[in-house]
């Protein structure tokens, strides 16, 4: 999504100026054109050098120093952003941008842009409190600037509390997050991720091999179109999209539970968890040791079917499986969404590499209720995602159309 895209990325100084050399550098690895505006008091932190080398653009620091092909520096600079960023943004800027002054290069060229300005805010938890700045942050968020959360933590200033600049993935997502379409606005929705454990004693489990990346992806991207995010996810190690509500769950058991409890609020169910089909019938108190015989069974009993719960209590509402074959593919998926009475299932083949589970790859297809089957080419799981919400908003819209 940023590919191509023009950002403007304006450092003022605080002490978390050097985390916008990382921010930088995760712009520009995706293809995006980054023009890094310093501040006076940001180049006494970090050398201007640093930002130029890694964006290869002239950094610009100066209001009156930037006549450059006949451009006015700093209108031209306005006008050329698809993106405005400010990180970290002290309480100084944000306090001279809500008050009209534009006394310097980055002042003058926020209040000339007309596009989409992120504030990233990071400094002493005092001055974050404080009602002046409040005020501030507040009448800017009132004219459309936008405004991350600082982070709660041991500041640099010997302070413990909010104040720390968020980490620069987290402000990479929000920047998607500002020019994804906003067409989830409104919806909630529900996504399982990752794998179940069912506990056989204190140290042993069964599980499988899904790593949750499919379902985070969804996550991620459902909250970038402006969808209100409930993800129930099974152990991973990976981080929680920001501003998505997460439940942690263990077994199938748990996750069954957590999502009936919440499946009410739900206007979108999508079930990309790994559920294990079965648990072991008795879990031991006491770690199972082994003894004389060579072979060892084990009684298994059958786990609930959420999703095909869900396809039950679903009424109007879309319902979304997975599917993950090793043979027949389209036989079996087109087999479960007509057993579990889903509006659509993806459908993937785990045997294929670069596909199913524990990569950043999938292959899928995308089999609909009316019989439709979409194949789509190897992508990365965040394009999966955004592929499957682009199919999503359109069954919504038919079905609000079926209902006129
Ligand atoms: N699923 C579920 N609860 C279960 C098992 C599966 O909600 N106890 C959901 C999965 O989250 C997925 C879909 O059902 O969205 C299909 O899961 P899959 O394991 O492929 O299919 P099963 O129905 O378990 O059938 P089988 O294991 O025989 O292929």
């Given amino acids: ?104 290069l980055l002042t003058t060229t926020i209040m000339a842009t007309k596009a989409p300005v992120l504030f990233v805010p990071a400094m002493n938890v005092n001055m974050w409190e404080n009602p002046l700045y409040r005020q501030n942050e507040e009448k800017l968020k009132g004219f459309g600037y936008r405004f991350m959360e600082p982070v709660s933590g041991a500041l640099a200033c010997g302070w413990e509390g909010k104040g720390k600049l968020p980490d620069p993935s987290a402000i990479f997502e929000e920047t998607l997050a500002l020019l994804a379409p906003h ?28 790593s949750g990346k499919m379902g985070y992806a969804i996550a991620r991207a459902a909250r970038q179109r402006g969808a209100r995010v409930i993800l129930v996810t099974g152990p991973t190690c990976l981080q929680a999209p920001c501003g998505v509500e997460v439940h942690q769950v263990r077994g199938a ?86 057993r579990k009475n889903l509006d659509l299932i993806v459908a993937n083949d785990v045997s294929l590499p670069d596909a199913g589970f524990d990569v950043d790859t999938n292959i899928v297809r995308l089999l609909f209720k009316d019989g439709r089957v979409e194949e789509l080419p190897r992508m990365s799981k965040d394009e999966v995602a955004n592929r499957l919400l682009d199919r999503i908003v359109e069954l919504k819209g038919q079905k609000v159309e079926g209902r006129r």
């Fill in 253 to 338: 058991g748990q996750m069954h539970q957590t999502i009936l409890a919440e499946q009410g609020a739900a206007s979108i169910l999508i079930k990309a968890a790994a559920v294990a089909d079965y648990r072991p019938a008795v879990k031991a108190d006491d770690k199972i040791k082994k003894n004389a015989a060579e072979t060892m069974t084990l009684v298994l009993e059958k786990n609930p079917d959420i999703l095909a719960e869900l396809g039950q209590l679903k009424g109007g509402r879309i319902l979304v499986g997975f599917a993950a074959e090793t043979s027949d593919l389209v036989d079996n998926a087109r087999k479960k969404l007509e």
């Fill in 1 to 104: 999504m940023l590919k191509d895209k023009k950002i403007v990325l304006g450092v003022t100084g605080g002490i978390a100026a050097y985390k916008a050399v990382e921010l930088l550098r995760l712009y520009v690895k995706v293809g995006a054109e980054v023009f890094v505006v310093m501040t006076r008091s940001a180049q006494q932190f970090v050398t201007p050098l640093t930002f130029q080398t890694l964006s290869g653009n002239p950094v610009h620091t100066e209001l009156f120093d930037l006549f450059q092909e006949n451009e006015i520096g700093h209108i031209s600079l306005a006008d050329r952003a698809d993106l405005f960023v400010v990180a970290p943004a002290t309480a100084n800027v944000v306090g001279k941008v809500a008050s009209g002054i534009a006394d310097d």
């Fill in 183 to 210: 067409d989830l606005a409104g919806e909630t929705l529900l996504v399982s991720a990752g794998p179940t454990r069912e506990e056989l004693d204190p140290v042993r489990y069964l599980s499988n091999y899904s």
